[in-house]
């Protein structure tokens, strides 16, 4: 079965950080373009960051540049994204997301279950 | 900066009626337009791709079209899992989405 299981989420103060993980099986991990996209409470989704198959490229959404790292370990099948000087408004459910192999591959075919960040005090 | 506006935010609808959700970007956009249904609790499910293909396994009553600025996700007769909210996303924008509630 293809999957993509999300862990690392938790409850964190202003300036702190936190790494997540993506767990993929079920697939060749490493034929695939990854992404993280976010969805704050009750809001809708947001791309974060994404990373070519062998993360050669990366590429992140403007507010995150900087504070926050895509990156990709193809011999453990996994993904991370590490989440550094994180603010009130990063707190959302993170989820880890393939790129479609279809047409122009520009889609999001599998996703993770998400795992919730709470950025507060 | 490609800006998705997705239309109406809300559908209210019956079990067997037709639904039509638009999208609409502020510049023309390349055919990758993507669809997707979430469920409360839910990740997200991708439905269509590059504006009218449908994703593995989803019914033919969810179809999609359009090209340029406007795009269209049509569920031909809604069943009563499709009421949800939807999402069009176009590379690394995402619509603000469109709820159909019963």
């Known amino acids: 079965e293809v999957q993509l299981v999300e862990s690392g989420g938790g409850l964190v103060q202003p300036g702190e950080s936190l790494r997540l993980s993506c767990a993929a099986s079920?697939?060749?991990?490493?034929?695939?373009?990854m992404a993280w996209v976010r969805q704050a409470p009750g809001k809708g989704l947001e791309w974060v960051a994404n990373?070519?198959?062998?993360?050669?490229?990366?590429y992140y959404m403007d507010s995150v540049e900087g504070p926050f790292t895509i990156s990709r370990d193809n011999a453990k099948n996994s993904l991370y994204l590490q989440m550094n000087s994180l603010r009130a408004e990063d707190t959302a459910v993170y989820y880890c997301?393939?790129?479609?192999?279809?047409?122009?591959?520009?889609?999001?075919?599998?996703w993770g279950q998400g795992t919730m960040v709470t950025v507060s005090s | 900066e490609v800006v998705l506006t997705q239309s109406p935010a809300t559908l209210s609808l019956s079990p067997g009626e037709r639904a039509t959700l638009s999208c609409t970007a502020r510049?023309?956009?390349?055919?990758?337009l993507a669809w997707y249904q979430q469920k409360p609790g839910q990740a997200p499910r991708l439905l269509i791709y590059?504006?009218?293909k449908r994703a593995t396994g989803i019914p033919a009553r969810f179809s999609g079209s359009g090209s340029g600025t406007d795009f269209t996700l049509t569920i031909s007769s809604l069943e009563p899992e499709d009421f949800a909210v939807y999402y069009c996303?176009?590379?690394?924008?995402f619509g603000g989405g469109t709820k159909v509630e019963i």
């Open positions: 997301a393939r790129v479609s192999p279809e047409g122009l591959k520009e889609a999001y075919d599998i």
């Open positions: 079920g697939f060749t991990f490493s034929s695939f373009w």
């Open positions: 990373i070519r198959q062998d993360g050669s490229n990366k």
């Open positions: 510049q023309s956009v390349c055919s990758c």
């Open positions: 590059d504006t009218s």
């Open positions: 996303q176009q590379r690394k924008t």
